[in-house]
């Protein structure tokens, strides 16, 4: 361990208690920091600061390290940084941990014919997986090459420029088992992926499966908050009860799988009362006679026979909004029903782009913002050449041509038929977490070369013939982090502490040392600093000045409401018809799209979403974030109590929960909180990999009941396409 690092063990004597007051609370503020720290341990040491980026999820919150006489003591939510303000959620205190677990990745491991891992020295690890490389491109191509990443500044750039240099298109996101469809449908109709919600100033605003005090961002539950005390209507849509409803005036329970059917009869409603903005409409879309025409047909009475929501309050919502407008919006959801868990979340995402066009909502104030972003300019060629473009489509394109990132688990597929030989995997774990982990496990194992770069052991490490331990984010300083915004913004993840064990290496050294041992060297011949200081140069900033105020704004590229977006359409309109999605198989206009699979008799859908203190299964092997789930139950399945009651289940009870494809027991939570034909069950547990000894074995995994199956022309998982049943187990 270095000498400037404190152990887990100091470091958790003094954020503890704070982690445990924010875990129900989901974000605190620096005065209570403050109060926790009233020992003034700081008075006795030299206290440095260092601007960085949380990890603890995809957000990748800005926050103030202190680092007293080298020794990291409190992390501190930038107030400059656009998703903190000033805030952390508890995923964000506790996450910094993963510099000291006991279960840290710390030498290069390779899969002994045993099947058992044994260190090995970088040389050796890199040297192999070269080899191996080369003889897959001279035997089948660069395209027989896959890279699976979860964006984050350097790993996202690095891993994608090491795949482009040996010729393959083959790179992934987490987004087939998040909010691929969400994202490439929107695209379809306003040509952009998605938009922000002006929560804080709407007079109304929609959630659909969406929750704020969940999937916790600190700046976007600080505007649900805001909207809340200024009397906004907040509207949740969901057939779960969250811990948004703090937030909200009500709760719209609704039958799985059937939120586009809402959706489509809110647009009916507008559409044949004349409630939508004609002018609007007319200025700026394309396709709306055949919207029209189609829309007919989805009437509330329809929805409500659907739903579960009664036809009066479809009626009311969709005139609520109409009277609002355009200071409301339906949010855009993110990992929900839109994003990646239904056989028809494309087709509501585009059904909800489309209610907010009727309404002219977009850019204007209260209503859906489509925010200007700013990116890296061109590079010096002769320091940063371009690499070559790949000469063949990504895999999954084909056959799933609507999917703008690409389908990870389309690639799956391929490998699984033999045309992927060769597996890549940085900070992603897809077996644990993006579908059926058995089959998963048995694609990548079965791949002729398999490597995963991590911090701990994940399913998908575990899979894998070679294994590469990266450094925590608290280890390493990285590129530049742009994004978009009212403000657009770039901010900084810099170096906090020394690197704690002396054999991991940073992604950008990683990938840098595979390309030259895959004989692509030429296209890393820069460091990661002269790399993040072309950047900057490129947009006007100072690299020294931007680690030293953590986040920089351009202000010259700021938001104006009432601006006309430009939409970046094949026709440069809003698409209520899309020929793009026609050709994929769907209807030219939104339309009603069964469920993959419906409860029948005493079946339960099973539905899974995050806690506030989870990132999924990221978080759960900390002991802290652990700490709390165990001492709150928060691993209990939630199912109806009159559902309960027919089958003679108690709150406390222990269930089988059980399918074709995988069969668990929990503990469960009766409640009036979700409604009958349910079963939730929290994401961030069910660990199957025992080098991970906090999380291994506490709850059960929602995507072991899953069967791999991928929603037609976006290739997202259906996360919510199981159903299962359930037994009370005899004490």
Known sequence: MSGNAISRRGFLAGTAGVIGAAGLAGYMSFDAWEQAYADDSEKHGTVSTVHSLCNGCSNKCGFTAYVVDGKLRKLIGDERHPMAKGKLCARGYAYAEIAYSKDRLTDPLKKNDKGEFEAISWEQALSEIGDKVKEIVSSDGPGALMMVQDPRPSGSYYAKRFMAALGSPNVYTHGAACYESRESAIKQVIGS?????????????????????????????????????AGSHIVLIDPRFTNSQKFADEWVPITPGTDLALVLAMCQVLVTEDLYNADYVAANAVGFDEFRQNIAQYTPRWAAEKTGVDETTIKRLAHQMAEAAPACSIESGWRGPSGCQYKNSGELARAVACFNALLGVYNQKGGALLYPGVSAGKLDETKFPSTPKPQSAQVGSDEFPLAVDGSALAAVKAADEGKIKGFFSYNANMVGGYSNPSYLASVVSGCDLSVCIDVQMSETAAACQYVLPDTSYLERSELPAFASGAVPSVSMRTQVIDVVHPNTKPVDEIFTELAKACGVGQYFDFTMEELAKAQLASVGVDVDAARQMGTVYFNDKAFSYGTTPKWKTPTGKIQFASDACRQAGYEATPSWVEPETMPMGNELRLIEAKQPIHSHTMTANNETLMGITKKYDLTRAWINRSFAERLGIEDGDTIEVSNEKFTGTIGVHVTDRIVPGALYLPSAYGVSVKEQHTAYGVGLRPADFLAFNLEPGYGSTMSHEACVTVKKVNA
């Open 193 to 229: 992926n998605s938009w922000t919600s002006d929560v804080a100033n709407a007079k109304m605003t929609i959630f659909i499966g969406r929750s704020y005090a969940d999937g916790l961002r600190p700046a976007a539950l600080m505007a649900v908050e805001k909207a809340h005390e």
